[in-house]
Each structure stands twice: as C-alpha cells, then as structure tokens.
C-alpha cells in the first residue's frame, strides 16, 4: 500500500438550507483498501460521499486525488477521475439489456454514428465473465435478473471504465445470505486488483467483515476513524449510537466530549 | 447446476415471446377477419387504401407520442397544435410572400415544420426547465394552441384562398408513387426515420434510459433535460409533418382542426404496446396502433352495428381496455 492515498477529502462542509448535513468531515481511502461509512440515516454518510461522486457540490474543503487537488462538479467530473457509484436501490435503468446498462451514457458507436450493439455485447461479455462466470441473460431486461445478477451488472458496470474508485451504497442490503456472499467475493475480487471501495451502510453487520478501515458520522461530522482489527463491532455501535469515540480509533471533530 | 441452467433456458424460450410486442398485430388480424365478416367490401384494395391513406395524420403523430412517452412524458396539445400550424401555413400560403406556387408551397412547408417544432420546443422547456408535470404543461398549451387558431380565424375558418395554389398542393395528399399513395409512403418514411432513431442512435438510447428511471440516466452523465425536450421537438416536428398533408386534404383549418387527435394519437402509442410509464418504445406497434383505430372507424361505418357518431365513445374505450390488457400481460 503506497504512501499517497488514492483519495483525500479534506475539511468538507455542505449545507442544506441552513442544516449542516455535512459539517468539516475528512477522509480518506488507499488504493486496494475497503473504507466502510457507517452512520444512522441522516448522519452525513451519503451526503458525504456523493459530493466526492459529483452529485453534490460542496460548499467548502478540498479533494486530492494521488495528493492532487481535484476538480469534481458533476458526476462526469467524477468519473473522469475514474469515481464510479453504485447505488442499491437507482442502480440501473430497468428496461434496457445487460450491456446497454454497462455502457448508458458512454456508449460504443459505430463509424456510421449508430450504436455499436455486438461491440458492447462482446465486452459486456468480457467484463461480465470475470465477475460472474455463470451469468448468460444478455439479452434479458435487468429487470428480469435476480438481485444478485443486478447487482453484478452494476459492479461490472463501474469497473469496466477502469474505475479506481468504487463508492457502494448498502451494497447487500437488497440481497439474500448467498447473494451476499457472493458480493463479498466480488469485493475481494476488485482489492487485489487496487480499486479502493468506499462500503455506505447503516447497518454495522453488513460491511464489518468486508472492510479493512471504518469510518462513522454523526449529525454531519466525522466521530472517528479506526482499523477493523483494533476496535469491536461494540465499540463501532456505541461510536453510531452515542458518539462516542473508543481508544482505539482516531477521534474526529463530531467526537463526544468526556 | 448445468440441468437448471437447461431447465431455466428451455422455460424462457416459450414464454420469451413478448405478448405485449406481439399483441398489437394479432389485434390487426382479428380486425381484418372482422371486418371481411361483416362487409364484403372491407377487403377490397380499395378501401384498405383508404384505411391507410387515412390512418396518415394520426400514424405520423403517434411516432412522435412514441418518443415523449418512451422518454416518461405525455403530449395532450398535439391536437391543438395540429391545428394551429396548418393555420398558421395557410395564412401564409394566403399572405402571397413567395412568388411562384412551388416555391410558396415549399417555403411554407419549411416554416410549418419551424412552427411545430418551436411549439415542441416549448412544451418540451416549460416541461423540464419549469419543473412542471407534462400533464398539466400540455394540457395548458392545448388550451392556448387552439384559442390561437380560434383567434387567427376569427371564429370561422382559415382557407388557402389561391385555386391555383390549392391546385398546386392537392397532389401531396391525393397523388401516388407507383399505386402507393403519398400518405401512405410518409407514414413509412416517418416510422422508418423514428425506428432508426429510436433504436440505433445513442440518442434513441437515452429516451428509452431516460424514460425507464431519470436517476440512473442522470447519474450516467445523461443530460436529461435535453433528452426530454428533443422528444417534445420531435413530437412537434411530427405534428408539422402530418399537418404538410393534413393542409391539402381538405385547403382549411377550422376551431375543429386535430379535435381528439391527442386521445387517438396516444391511444395508438398505448394500443401499440409503449409503457405509459416509460422505458419502452415500439414504434411499428404504433404504426399498428394507429392502424387498428382507423379499421375500427371503417369497420363501424361499413356495418350497422354502432352508430358511427360514437366512433369517439369506441377510441375511448379502446384506450382503456388497452390499458387493463397491459396490466394484466405485465403483471404475469
């Protein structure tokens, strides 16, 4: 793991009407590292973490990537910089085929200047066979797929423009035990390939084996940050609930004061 | 895993027929058996011609309904607009501006064509830009469109007043090429144009993303904006182009101009399998659509069954039966 973290964001504030949803909040994410942010709803978390995918503009702070400042205004910004997001529940546009999901908005067009169908079906199917083997329905509305498969679909859809960055929203929040499990492997799949993954939950089960660092807000600031290894999965949820910040983890401004 | 994975295919492969795509054109079939039953001059070349000739308007339309709805959005001032730029075009046409009857008649084409768009182009920006529903955006315009016409004619009807003029357009819509009449060649042209576009263009893509969930289209870099006011450009540019051979059909336009057109028009999107919700968009189904209605019309005028004053009551209901079939085929 280098030195230079692949993302730094630094001191960032946005306001909503006069609420603070995020409040001088900082972090940041290593290459092949997996960064879980957890928070109740409404602590900040998402808030955060779409300002850094260009969905929201912040009002003040700054973001670095490889220790350069970065310029992200719009979700185009961000995925220039190789920031892709996948959301659980606006992940796809359910009418359209596997491929056409993969390549909406970016599609590969033919000499003629009509979309190139084969072309995305053949890488697609390339990037599809690296994620799930057994996935056949190219030709299926993603309606039609089972949570898993769509889920796939979103994660094939991230990581086929070389994105180095993956932010998941609730990432198994819609899926059954082997469902899960099977975006677990994916996950471990893209570390050893140096994509850092920003992990959203709420819920501390979901992302606590799957992470390597945690992270959790409160009211729009950053209580603490600490290593899965040096913290319980007790003393994250009395960081969620009460704000409280344990020894082993490294307070942030949104720490209780003792 | 390799047995359910057969199992899985083999299941899929029956029931992998849309009945939605399909459903449209079996619904023709069974008109046309209908039709030869009660009238033995139903089937003749004749009159199918006819059929066609005059499903044009409503077809030509509907290909531009297609594209508002596929993208999530709904067209109600279509009829107005019909009938306000086939005013505007003959008051030009009246206004003698251009010396020379083709030459007239052309340039009044490219300004019709201007006008409808422009009116697309409104509906589509107060639709997007004002954040209002299209209901209720075009159901304003509706309103104003065809006060305007009303306006313009001052109550009573505008009529190109040149005979030569009106000799000189008259072929646009009574002509044929090789048998097949004008018409009915700018109904295939149009749908052929919306298919391609609609299918093959990165453009037609967005529509349908767009219509199937804005999230997703936004986050994907998709400006939906623009996507959404091109479909009421569209819309409005298909409007010109069926107002180009409404104009020298009948040489006038009334406060009775394009009256229902929106509900025929949206009735053939609907019938030809479009999602009312967005997301999908059939544009033959809609040539279908367009074509069913217009049978039915013949149908009713061929044969005793119902009065043909209640042609409108029929479209209607067909509309709604339309609709409680798709849900029942979607809900499977």
Known sequence: MSNTPLVEMENISIAFGGIRAVDDASADLHAGEVVALLGHNGAGKSTLIKILSGAYRRDSGTIRMNGEEAVINNPRDAKAYGIETIYQTLALADNVDTAANLYLGREIMTPWGTLDD?????????????????????????????????QSVAIARAILFN?????????????????TAQVGELIEQLKSEGIGIFLISHDIHDVFHLADRVMVMKNGRVVGTARVTDVTEDEILGMIILGKCPPGAVPGPGAMNV | MSNTTV?????????????????PFVALAVLFGFGAMVNPNFLGLDNLTNVVTRSAFIAIIAVGATFVISAGGLDLSVGSMSAFVAGTMILFLNSGAVSGDTGMIATAMLLALATGALCGLANGLITTLGRIEPFIVTLGTMGIFRALTIYLAEGGSIAIKSQELRAAYRPIYFSDVLGV???VIMILVVAALGAFILYRTRFGRHVTAVGSNEEVARYSGISVNRVR??????QGVCVAIAVLIYVPRLGAATATTGLLWELQAITAVVIGGTAL??????????????LILELVGNIMVLSDLVSEYLIGAVQGSIIIIAMLIQRSLGRR
């Not at chain 1, 994105?163 to 469902?179: F, K, N, V």
């Open chain 1, 118 to 150: 084969v072309a995305m079906e053949a890488r697609a199917r390339e990037v599809m066979g690296r994620l799930n083997p057994r996935f056949e329905r190219f030709k299926d509305p993603v309606k039609a797929l089972s949570g898993g498969q769509r």
């Open chain 1, 163 to 179: 994105a180095r960055i993956l932010i998941m929203d609730e990432p198994t929040a819609a899926l059954g035990p082997q469902e």
């Open chain 2, 7 to 23: 199992v899985q295919t083999r299941r899929r492969s029956i029931s992998d027929i849309d009945l939605r795509a399909v459903a």
């Open chain 2, 181 to 183: 009449p004008i018409p």
């Open chain 2, 229 to 234: 006011t091109l479909t009421y450009v569209i």
């Open chain 2, 277 to 290: 919700r967005g997301g999908v968009g059939r544009i033959w189904g809609t040539i279908c659509g367009a």
